[in-house]
């Protein structure tokens, strides 16, 4: 079924592999990337470091050493792990859909948080509490974290909404919640950031000191619902 | 059993192979800048080669031993003096409790690495001891060093009666093998999965011109000062995988090439990818430094990595023999 989406396999350096489902946000084809990572995580390739789910792609981290040249047979260890892949992706029948979480985000949108709500309304013309109304009246997919520790990558927003990157990147808040193209996310720590900040959550979205590390997975729905200041800050504690 | 800082250096922080099976939550996996150089300075003194070292860079710290310990500095050549007088790098060398170990500018390279026998004792997390300093965990409480910081060591040597009344003693041999022995300037690269969208000019450029490692360069990335490279076509990627040695093309037309510290994911088109062989080369240039590249294959790259790989296996069972004669002398 995986083997409905076309695929190729492409070196990522000379000792990873890309496994790519083209340059698409898809929901579809994102989930048959998502159930490749977690089949991947239960039963490792041969050699296999590590497996990195992304929109529409999945990388594979191998070790080189683990590679003899007697099960070589002249290919290259590269060669031998893309034939590796491809016979496993092969053999692949059904997708097992993993279990979605739906995750609520508070989301204070107060001017003071989110900080470039009117630069939002001056360039896309949609008012401010329009823009405010249309981030939390739908529900988006978490497609895949990255960046940060616990960053999110969600889609999809309104149109209406739709800004391009900034041309220079700026200080970021933790909790700050962003916009750009079809995409949303929270920042989990200070950092750069060339998305739009329209508003703030008091959640944490990476704790290192829990168990499950961040707050939000791949294949997550996350709604946001608006809260005012007061709860905002009570919630914080 | 501890190191303390006594001036802070401009970052000096603990790594080690890095931080691997967590990138899917965008963890990134951070460790030494040249890897190579850190494996040899634990080999120097009977580490295992991935335990973590102090990673250090121009201005360094200035340290204090509370505490003897037989230690190794490897990579760019620091000019290393214990209370005063000169130790070499490359050397594993035995310091006496209360002495001083202080570096200075290196005439060529970036950053050395520190190790200590026994290693240090430091916070692991995820199964590493690197510092990742966007997260603020691992290595020491997740930060660089700072002055009066207290590193300790996981075991506790004493030396004394080696030294007597000695600041230090150099022991008597030393690996050859290390980056500077390289004599090809060039750094080998692969094609990246967006290589053929360059223009042929941009192609050419790429192979035939040297690039200055601009100052907005870090442990996440160096960016180049190149004429702006241009694509056949303009088409907005989406986000995937990248890794250390990953050459981006950004929308200026600059590159950047993604070290150490690199996110896990990136939406800049892949020009190309330094090859892990090579890896500790570019570590080992800094702000100012010219970089040239060379397209190779993957055979070549594989074999490269290949050699490396047993000759560092050779040095590492070398040291083992001559500590194990040492110590029994």
Known sequence: MLLQYSY????????????????????????????????????????????????????????????KKNILRGKTIQEYVIDETEIFLEQQTSIVVPESRIVKIPVCYDDEFGVDLNKV??????????????????????????????????????ERIAMPRKAQPEAVVPGSVAIVGQQTGIYPLAS???????????????????????????GDTVTFHPITKEEFFNLLA | MSIRIIKAGVLDSLQDMGRYGWQYLGINPTGAMDKFSSKVANMLVGNDPDEATME?????????????AMIALEGADFFASV?????????????????????????????????????????????????????????????????????????????????????????PW??????????????FVLPGHEWERLTKRSKDNFLSTSFMITRQSDRMGYRLNNIPLEMISEEEMVSSAVS??????????????????????????????????????????????????????????????????????????????????????
């Not at chain 2, 050699?307 to 500590?323: G, I, P, V």
């Open chain 1, 8 to 67: 190729s396999i492409f070196p990522l350096g000379d000792s990873a592999i890309t496994i790519d489902f083209g340059n698409k946000v898809d929901e579809e084809i994102n989930k048959a990337v998502l159930d490749l990572f977690q089949t991947f995580k239960s039963k490792p390739l041969y050699g296999m470091i590590e497996a990195i789910p992304a929109y529409s792609s999945l990388s594979i981290y191998y070790d080189p050493s683990r590679f």
């Open chain 1, 121 to 158: 309304a001056k360039a896309t013309g949609v008012d401010k509490n329009e823009i405010i109304q249309l981030h939390q009246e739908r529900s988006y997919r978490v497609y895949m974290l990255g960046f940060l520790p616990g960053f999110s990558y969600m889609g999809k927003i309104d």
């Open chain 1, 192 to 218: 750069p950031g060339g998305w739009h900040i329209i508003g703030r959550t008091p959640l944490k979205l990476f704790d290192p000191n829990t168990e499950n590390l961040t707050l939000l997975n791949a």
């Open chain 2, 56 to 68: 250090i860079h121009f201005p360094a710290s200035i340290f204090l031993f509370e505490q003897t």
């Open chain 2, 83 to 171: 209370n005063g007088e000169p130790i070499p790098s490359s050397h594993p060398c035995i310091v006496n409790k209360n002495t001083l170990l202080q570096l200075q500018q290196p005439s060529n390279g970036a950053r050395t690495y520190l190790s200590v026998k026994g290693g240090f004792a430091t916070e692991e997390w995820l199964g590493s001891y690197s510092t990742n300093l966007k997260a603020g965990v691992g290595g020491y409480n997740g930060r660089s060093l700072r002055k009066n910081d207290q590193v300790f060591f996981r075991k506790k040597n004493d030396f004394s009666s080696l030294l007597g009344e000695k600041d230090f003693m150099i022991l």
């Open chain 2, 174 to 187: 030393h690996t050859d093998l290390k980056w500077e022995e390289d004599e090809e300037k060039e750094i």
């Open chain 2, 244 to 329: 250390f040695g990953t050459i981006q093309l950004l929308p200026d037309g600059r590159l950047i090439i993604l070290m150490a510290d690199h996110q896990t994911a990136g939406g800049y088109p892949r020009v190309a990818h330094i090859i892990t062989a090579h890896h500790f080369k570019a570590a080992q240039l800094k702000a100012g430094d010219e970089i040239y590249f060379r397209m190779t294959d993957q055979r070549t790259a594989e074999e490269l990595l290949m050699r490396q790989q047993q000759h560092l296996l050779q040095l590492q069972n070398a040291c083992s023999f001559k500590l194990e004669e040492f110590f029994n002398q």
